[in-house]
């Protein structure tokens, strides 16, 4: 083997590939060729240096951060925009509920209107639910203080629920009678549903992220 043919071999061995040649040729022609050796030496120092060569890597820390912080405002702003959407619907439907009872109570308690058995006490009950209706027009009205009126409809609902279950029960009125009741239960889950919904904090964004996210 020539000296060319040896140094093919070796960098071809180098590059972890076939050295067409047998490694015992391959050591005995570079012992006695210095020549050979000396390139080997050299070959095997390139080889190194190019496979622990520092890389550059570029430094993706701050647009991962911004990318993060990103996808959370992103998150955040969703959740806030559903709840508000959600507190919008319960405020329409406390202020229908308020609109309907002021209908219903005000012709009884200005006119006497319905009114056939006890007319003072149809407009004491009408008084009542006249100031339940404005309690529940400023729950719609200002959301955040729903959960002051929500013992007074709670405790309303559960004793006209229990009224009028332990009258049908003893046959002192009828199913037909009590189920305009109904409308308080309906009106309690209502305003506990928006005090619940208003009364939920919202977090703030940290400062780190927005000024990352701007």
């Known amino acids: 083997m020539t000296c060319d043919d040896v140094r093919t071999?070796?960098?071809a061995r180098l590059d972890g590939e076939d050295p067409q040649a047998s490694p015992e040729a391959l050591d005995a022609h570079t012992g006695g060729c210095p020549g050979c050796r000396s390139w080997?030496?050299?070959?095997?120092?390139?080889?190194?240096?190019?496979r622990v060569r520092a890389v550059a890597v570029p430094d993706l820390t701050a647009?991962?951060?911004?990318?993060?912080?990103?996808?959370?405002?992103?998150?955040?702003?969703?959740?806030?925009?559903?709840?508000?959407?959600?507190?919008q619907v319960l405020?329409?439907?406390?202020?229908?509920?308020?609109v309907a009872q002021l209908?219903?109570?005000?012709?009884?308690?200005?006119?006497g209107l319905?009114?056939?058995?006890?007319?003072?006490?149809?407009?004491?009950?009408?008084?009542?639910?006249?100031?339940?209706?404005?309690g529940f027009a400023l729950a719609a009205w200002r959301p955040e203080r729903a959960r002051a009126f929500v013992p007074v409809a709670l405790v309303l609902a559960v004793c006209l629920a229990g009224t009028s279950a332990v009258?049908?029960?003893?046959?002192?009125?009828?199913l037909v009678h009590e189920v305009g009741h109904l409308a308080a239960v309906?009106?309690?889950?209502?305003?506990?549903?928006?005090?619940?919904l208003s009364g939920e904090p919202q977090r703030p964004v940290p400062t780190t992220l927005r000024a990352r996210h701007g």
Do not use: C, K, Y
């Open 9 to 11: 071999a070796l960098s």
């Open 40 to 50: 080997l030496a050299r070959a095997e120092q390139v080889t190194r240096l190019a």
């Open 63 to 87: 647009s991962v951060l911004a990318a993060v912080a990103a996808d959370g405002v992103a998150g955040r702003d969703a959740a806030a925009a559903a709840r508000r959407g959600r507190r």
């Open 91 to 98: 405020r329409v439907a406390v202020a229908v509920a308020a």
């Open 103 to 111: 209908a219903i109570a005000l012709p009884v308690l200005l006119a």
């Open 114 to 134: 319905g009114v056939t058995v006890d007319p003072h006490t149809s407009r004491e009950m009408a008084s009542f639910d006249v100031a339940l209706a404005v």
């Open 167 to 174: 009258d049908i029960a003893n046959s002192t009125t009828a």
């Open 186 to 196: 309906v009106q309690a889950g209502l305003l506990w549903a928006l005090g619940r």
